[in-house]
């Protein structure tokens, strides 16, 4: 939950004699900015929100990294041999490894503005030919072919995203973003 104090009401609390108060109170208000920082670091150029991508989910990276490792601690290539003589779904087991070892590759350790993602978006690189810090800034977005590509993942919520945006602001819109696969529930 995101708690918005006005200036008079920041100092009250924080020059007040109500310590129980002015503690918790200070905590809202610095994980409130840490909050509005967040999701100003985590906006992609195109309006995407960069925490919901797979390829930054650490989680799931973790994990297929640590399978690989143990996989290849228990030569389980050999195993999968042997058995695929009675499961003859082992027989896809070098499918399996090439699937995996293509997934971890598609971890993303930075954000999109930190110069994560696709290094050779295009969208990226005409906002930054432009001069402007990101889509919602630009004009013509509603009817930008550049973000079309996008909704094949994405249906229409970065073009939903820019909106929102354009009219709460870098910093706090992120609590009302849209979908960000079409899967989605
Ligand atoms: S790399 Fe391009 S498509 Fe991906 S999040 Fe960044 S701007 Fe959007
Ligand atoms: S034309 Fe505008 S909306 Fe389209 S990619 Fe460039 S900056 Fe973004």
Redesign the pocket.
Known sequence: MNYVFSPKTKLAILFGRNTDLRTICTFYILTGSLEMKKDKEFT???G?Y?GD?VPSNKKLFDAAEKLGEELEKNQFDKYAELKSRKNNVFDDYETFRKVLSALTELRCPKT?ING???PN?K??ECVLKKGINDCWECSVFEDCQLLEP?SAYHGDTPKVNLRLIKEYGIEKWADKRGKHYIWDK
């Open positions: 992609a150029y195109c995407l960069c991508c999109c994560g993602g696709n978006c969208i990226r996008l």
